[in-house]
C-alpha cells in the first residue's frame, strides 16, 4: 500500500503529472486571489478579473504540461533544475496573466522563453569534454575539500561577518544587509557560495560511509553558512538534503510537479488547522508569486526603458556603462515593490531586461549550457548526493542574473568541486566507491545504480 502511494508521488504517470500541475495552479489562483492580493495590492499585486486572460493563462499552463513530459523521462541532474525553474516560475507566472499582468506580449513571449529553453536541452548536440585524462579521486580528497571549505567559512565568520545565531527565518534581512557591508575580498565571495554547495554533498557522504562525524561537523558548517549571511536557501539545502537522503535518494524531473503541488498543500494544511500563514509567507508566496509577479514587474518596466545588454554585470567589466546609475533591482523594486528594496529576479526577468524579446531565445542558451554542464561532471552521482548544487542552481537562477549565478552565488565553482568528488552511491547497508567508473557491481549487492 505504501509503495503504491509512493509511486502515486514520486514516480505519476503523465495523466498524474497533469493533474499534479493543474491542482498546483488552482491552489496559486486561490493564494494570490484570496491571501497574496488583499495583503500586498498596496504594492502592486492586484487581482484583476478577465474572462480573456484567464483562458489566455490554462492554454499556457497546457503549454508547460506538454515540456514537462519531454524532459520528465530524462535522468540527469540538469532536466531536474529545468523542471524545478519550470514548475517554480512558468506556472506561477500564469497565475499572475490570469489576474494582473494583461498583456499578451508578455504571456506569448514567456510561452516562447520555456520553449526555447526545453527545446535546446532536449538537442543532442555535442557532449562537454572535460579533459581526456581520467581523473584520480581519492576519498581523502573529500576530507580535504571538507577542511578547506570549514576553514574559509571560519575565516569569514571570524574576520570579517561574525555569527548571528537566529533561526527567524522573518529576520534574516538585517544578517544579508551586515554581510553585504562587510565587504568581504572577492575570491572569499565565491568561495563562500561554493560552501552551500559542498557541504551537503559532504553530509550525504559521511551518512552513507557511516562516518557520522563527518556528516555532523558539515552539518555544522552549512548552519554557521546560514548564520554569516541569512540566506534561506542555505537552511532549505540542508533541510531538502537530509529528507532526500532518507526518504527520496535519488530526486527526479518526474517527481518536481507533485513536491510543488505539496509545497502548496502544506501551507493550506496549516491555515486550515493552526489559523497561521507562515508556511505561505515565508515558502509559498515568496519562492512562487513573488518571483511570478517580478517577471512581469520586470517585463512592464524594460518595456518602456533601455535594456542593459549586461552592462550592469559582466559587459560592465569591460568597460561598457550602463545608462542606469542605481541597481536595476532597486529600481524595478522601488516602482513595483517596495521602497528600497532589492527585487533581484532571473530567468525571462533576466532575458527581456537585458535583450527584450530576443532575450527568450539567448539567455535559455546560455543556461542549457550550464545545465549541460552540470550533467557532465555530476556524471556518477545520483541527484540526491548532489542536491546541494541542485537546489541552489534553481534557487538562484530563479532570483539572479545568469552570470551572478555562475559567478558569484559559486554554480562554476561548485561544479568544479563536484567533479573532483569521488564517485558513490546509495546502499542500504554499506557505501561502495568506484575510482574512475571502471569498476562493475554484482547485482546481488543490491547497490543503487546510478542515474
Known sequence: MLTNIKNLLLKPNKVLQSIYIIVFRVLLDYMYYNIV?????????????????????????????????????????GAVVLSIILICSAVPTTTIVAFLGHNLEFAVLNVLYWFFMVAFYKHKGR??????????????????????????????????????VSFNLYDVYGTRAAFKSDKLPTILQYLFSACIIVFPVIIVYGLNKKKRILALAATICQLLAFFADGRKSTIFVLIATILGYYFIHNLTARMIPAIMMGVTVIGFIEKICIGTENFINLVARRLFLVTAYLQYAYFDFFSNNVKDYFRQSIVGRLGFSSPYTKDIPTLVGGQYY????????????????????VGVVILPILIVCALKLLDRVCEGLTSGICMGIIIVSAYTLLSSSFFTVMLTHGFLLGCIIIYLVPRFSYQRDVVVENEGMKRKYDDKKSITKYS
Open 37 to 77: 492580493s488583499p495583503l500586498y495590492s498596496y504594492i502592486g499585486m492586484t487581482a484583476e478579473q478577465s474572462t480573456f486572460y484567464y483562458m489566455v493563462s490554462w492554454i499556457m499552463v497546457i503549454c508547460y504540461i506538454l515540456m514537462m513530459f519531454t524532459i520528465i523521462d530524462v535522468e540527469k541532474n
Open 338 to 357: 517596495v521602497n528600497n528594496s532589492y527585487a533581484n529576479n532571473g530567468l525571462f526577468a533576466d532575458a527581456y531586461s537585458n535583450f527584450g524579446a
Open 127 to 164: 557532449k562537454i569534454v572535460l579533459g581526456k585524462n581520467t581523473i584520480k579521486r581519492s576519498s581523502l580528497l573529500i576530507y580535504a575539500v571538507f577542511l578547506f571549505f570549514a576553514a574559509v567559512l571560519l575565516l569569514i565568520c571570524v574576520a570579517y561577518t561574525g555569527i548571528h
